[in-house]
């Protein structure tokens, strides 16, 4: 089956760290690009970080920059997200969503999304 | 940063009824615009890519159209189960990958 499975969120207090990860299956992994979206409570989406196939680009939002990491494992289909210094602002359902790819061509809209993760950053 | 403007905010309407969501981008994307579906307590499904071409699966009442700034989704007749948040996200000129704030489309 084809599909993504985030886990790792919970509770954290404020300036604390947290990695989150999304394992995938059903697809080459190591052929797509993979993201991350979050939506804080009662709001729109908002993307947070991009890594292409290879893992030797990163990409993130201003927000975020310097404060989380992205990574992937190819040989474990699996991609993270490195939280650090992590504010109330970062409270929200972290969603773990696949790129699209027609051949060649790298598309940056997500047509697989994971479930989702909520992280709650409160003292 | 593309910002990207979603209209109107909320939407009511009753089933089977035709509705156009509009969606406005701060500068061209060209055709580089995705439509997403969200429904309560799910994630995002991806309706419409390359602004007028549906994603696998998705019913022909769903059509996007549009390009350079002003883009809109088009429900053709609205089922009970289409009543949901609509998203639009360009993906033309990033970091970052922008979304518009949304459209609720209700039961009126």
């Known amino acids: 089956e084809v599909q993504l499975v985030e886990s790792g969120g919970g509770l954290i207090q404020p300036r604390g760290s947290l990695r989150l990860s999304c394992a995938a299956s059903?697809?080459?992994?190591?052929?797509?690009?993979m993201n991350w979206v979050r939506q804080a409570p009662g709001k729109g989406l908002e993307w947070v970080s991009s890594?292409?196939?290879?893992?030797?680009?990163?990409f993130y939002a201003d927000s975020v920059k310097g404060r989380f990491t992205i990574s992937r494992d190819n040989s474990k289909n699996t991609v993270d997200l490195h939280m650090n210094s992590l504010g109330v602002d970062d409270s929200a359902i972290y969603y773990c969503?696949?790129?699209?790819?027609?051949?060649?061509?790298?598309?940056?809209?997500?047509?697989?999304w994971g479930r989702g993760t909520l992280v709650t950053v409160s003292s | 940063e593309v910002v990207m403007t979603q209209s109107p905010a909320t939407l009511s309407v009753s089933p089977g009824g035709r509705i156009t969501l509009s969606c406005r981008a701060s500068?061209?994307?060209?055709?580089?615009l995705a439509w997403y579906q969200q429904k309560p307590g799910q994630a995002p499904r991806l309706l419409i890519y390359?602004?007028?071409t549906r994603a696998t699966g998705i019913p022909a009442r769903f059509s996007g159209s549009g390009s350079g700034t002003e883009f809109t989704l088009t429900i053709s007749s609205l089922q009970s189960e289409d009543f949901a948040f609509y998203y639009c996200?360009?993906?033309?000129?990033?970091?970052?990958?922008?979304f518009g704030g949304g459209t609720k489309v209700e039961i009126k």
């Open positions: 969503a696949k790129a699209s790819r027609d051949g060649y061509m790298h598309n940056w809209y997500f047509d697989l």
């Open positions: 059903g697809f080459t992994f190591s052929s797509y690009d």
């Open positions: 890594i292409i196939g290879s893992g030797r680009r990163t």
């Open positions: 500068q061209g994307v060209g055709s580089n």
């Open positions: 390359g602004a007028s």
């Open positions: 996200q360009q993906y033309s000129n990033w970091p970052p990958l922008t």
